[in-house]
């Protein structure tokens, strides 16, 4: 996707010489921000990933002898509050849609949903009727909501939060992967019911409520 956006722009006239796709690894990202002409960083990705940027940034100084400027789009907790006031079907379908969709791999996926004790009990379980409708599979497939994460590590770290949740008693709302996403690195849509805020210490980049 992000070669094909690139080549339209190209088309479209922006210089070749302003932007360019390089795909790579992390050694790759560190010698671009080491690069004596780099004059400023923009990033998205996780937190720990900036922290280095940054660090590594604050050895160095611009071609004109100035700090580089570094703008880092990284972790959060997207959260939304619902009173008594909202309709509750109109709130199932928002948060559906803004937590599962892409398989919650979205910068502005829904993470945190605070319910006001009025509404909590109907809208989990309308919630959790919604959750049982989801189809999930391979992408290519247009009859499919939820997709696969992008990677096994992701994966991993994904399972392992939802089980760390699990131990610290939380109650957690799973629906079964169908026997097509047996392999792979599919992630079940999982709704957790915290205890505390605290329980989050970092943001997790999946199918996760």
């Known amino acids: 996707t992000a070669y094909e956006s690139v080549k339209i722009l190209h088309?479209?006239?922006v210089p070749r010489g302003a932007l360019q796709f390089v795909p790579g690894s992390g050694r790759l990202g560190a010698a671009l921000v080491a690069a004596p002409e780099t004059a400023g960083v923009m990033f998205?990705?996780?937190t720990e990933v900036a922290r280095q940027i940054q660090a590594q940034l604050s050895e160095c100084l611009s071609p004109a002898g100035k700090p580089i400027p570094l703008i880092a789009e990284t972790g959060g907790q997207n959260g939304m509050i619902v009173d008594s006031s909202a309709l509750a079907e109109q709130v199932v379908a928002d948060v559906i849609a803004s937590a599962f969709d892409s398989a919650g791999q979205r910068c502005s996926a829904?993470?945190?949903l605070c319910l006001q004790d009025d509404v909590a009990d109907r809208t989990l379980a309308m919630l959790k009727g919604a959750?049982?409708?989801l189809r999930i599979g391979r992408t290519d497939r247009?009859?499919?909501d939820v997709g696969p994460v992008i990677s096994e590590q992701a994966k991993a770290e994904i399972d392992q939060h939802i089980e760390r949740m699990r131990s610290l008693g939380c109650k957690v709302e799973q629906l079964p992967l169908p026997d097509t996403a047996a392999l792979g690195t599919f992630v079940p849509p999982t709704i957790i019911e915290l205890k505390q805020m605290s329980d989050l210490t970092r943001e997790v980049f999946g199918p996760v409520l």
């Open 11 to 13: 088309e479209a006239g």
């Open 142 to 144: 247009l009859n499919i």
């Open 110 to 112: 829904l993470r945190v």
């Open 44 to 46: 998205t990705g996780s």
């Open 131 to 133: 959750l049982k409708e």
